[in-house]
């Protein structure tokens, strides 16, 4: 959470199957939300692992400020599915890379949500979770002005970033 909304009420909440999630993607999307100046908080909880730590998260997540979740797991463990089997918020799937795998076992646990309990699911790892944060911003973006102005002064700096030619082109006798 930033420092200088951290008296203000979360309105994402980042979680991951295991504190091994965190390097690789999830604090991309903490970062990402840190950088747009989304209040947020963030907890590590299995949904094999850790299942009453998840169940009381859940019983008590509707009732909050939060209004859309991330969840980051490997493997086969479906943290965000088991998730969004518990509440009608908004549930952002980032797969993460495994060493057996390379992610595609994430990818397929969270992507393969049966009709009727929906997961967002981004890309594997860092994208991934970038992603997922920048949609979060989106849909928190449709009642919150100021998360609309954040997330448009993101975006004209990812196109200001861009250049009109690659930095070695040496113009050759044509001009448009």
Known sequence: MTDSTSSLKPLVAVLMGSDS?????????????????????????????????????????EDTSVKALIAGAGGAAHLAGAIAAR?????????????????LDSLLS????PGGVPVATFAIGKAGAVNAALFAASILGL?????????????????DCVP?????????????
């Open 21 to 61: 999630d965190w390097e690789p993607a999830m604090m991309h999307a903490s970062d990402k939300l840190y950088e747009l100046e989304i209040p947020h908080v963030v907890f590590v909880m299995s949904a094999h692992r850790t299942v009453e730590r998840l169940d009381d998260f859940l019983l008590k997540i």
């Open 87 to 103: 509440t009608i918020l908004p549930v952002l799937g980032v797969p993460i890379k495994t060493d057996v795998a390379g992610g």
């Open 110 to 113: 969270t992507v393969q949500m």
């Open 143 to 159: 009642t919150d002005l100021q998360v609309v102005t954040n997330l448009r002064r993101y975006r004209q700096v990812q196109t």
């Open 164 to 176: 009109k030619q690659p930095k070695a082109y040496k113009p050759g006798g044509f001009r448009l």
